[in-house]
């Protein structure tokens, strides 16, 4: 059974950063792809960044892109995103998905979910 804990959410100021990590469990990361997604109060969940199985090829959402970078470290089984020049629409529950399903070098949405961590901007 894979599990997913993500952790490294905190308030900051608009322009600042914060890593994200996230820290699989239960399968290789090499095996599946993952993402990274967000739900602010009242909105449904939207996809942010994905990396492809085997491959390693990044997608971004257009909202991010250029201030978020997704990556993974293999040894660690960790999957990271470092977001700068955060801005107050950044407000969001931060949730890591993975799918071990996936074919090689693409990514999907998985069954997969950790349970989320906050991060808030303020302006």
């Known amino acids: 059974q894979v599990q997913l804990v993500e952790s490294g959410g905190g308030s900051v100021q608009a322009g600042e950063s914060l890593r994200l990590s996230c820290v699989v469990s239960?399968?290789?990361?090499?095996?599946?792809?993952l993402g990274w997604y967000r739900q602010a109060p009242g909105k449904e969940r939207k996809w942010v960044a994905a990396?492809?199985?085997?491959?390693?090829?990044?997608y971004y959402a257009d909202s991010v892109k250029g201030r978020f970078t997704i990556s993974k470290d293999s040894a660690k089984n960790t999957l990271y995103l470092q977001m700068n020049n955060l801005e107050p629409e950044d407000t969001a529950l931060y949730y890591c998905?993975?799918?071990?399903?996936?074919?090689?070098?693409?990514?999907?949405?998985?069954?997969?979910w950790g349970q989320g961590t906050q991060v808030t901007v303020s302006s």
């Open positions: 990396v492809a199985r085997s491959s390693g090829a990044t």
């Open positions: 239960g399968g290789n990361i090499e095996t599946m792809s």
């Open positions: 998905n993975a799918d071990p399903t996936a074919s090689d070098y693409t990514w999907s949405r998985g069954e997969y």
